[in-house]
């Protein structure tokens, strides 16, 4: 099982968009694109809620950026 470590900044500043529950676009390599709200992560995976609720999984290894989006 793969360490999560909560001492580096991108775990940090993960968590801080959770308790802020700001809006994030997650671009996988495959190119399809992801927004919503973070729910949770965990050495593998963010958990991510659209607009509707509905919530994906995507595995850290898939992913090419994530960026905050500003508040409306």
């Keep these: 099982?793969?360490?999560f470590d909560t001492g580096?900044?991108?775990v940090r500043r993960l968590q801080k968009v959770i308790r802020d529950?700001?809006?994030l676009?997650?671009?996988l390599s495959t190119g399809d694109v992801f927004v919503g709200?973070?729910?949770w992560q965990?050495?593998?995976?963010?958990c991510l809620a659209d607009a509707e609720g509905q919530e994906s999984l995507l595995w850290r290894?898939?992913?090419?950026?994530v960026k905050v989006?500003?508040?409306p």
Excluded: G, N, Y
Aim: net charge negative; with cysteine.
């Design 25 to 27: 676009e997650v671009k």
């Design 21 to 23: 529950r700001e809006i």
């Design 61 to 65: 290894s898939a992913i090419a950026f």
């Design 8 to 10: 580096i900044p991108s």
């Design 42 to 46: 965990d050495p593998d995976c963010l």
């Design 69 to 71: 989006r500003p508040h």
């Design 37 to 39: 709200q973070l729910r």
């Design 1 to 3: 099982m793969t360490d």
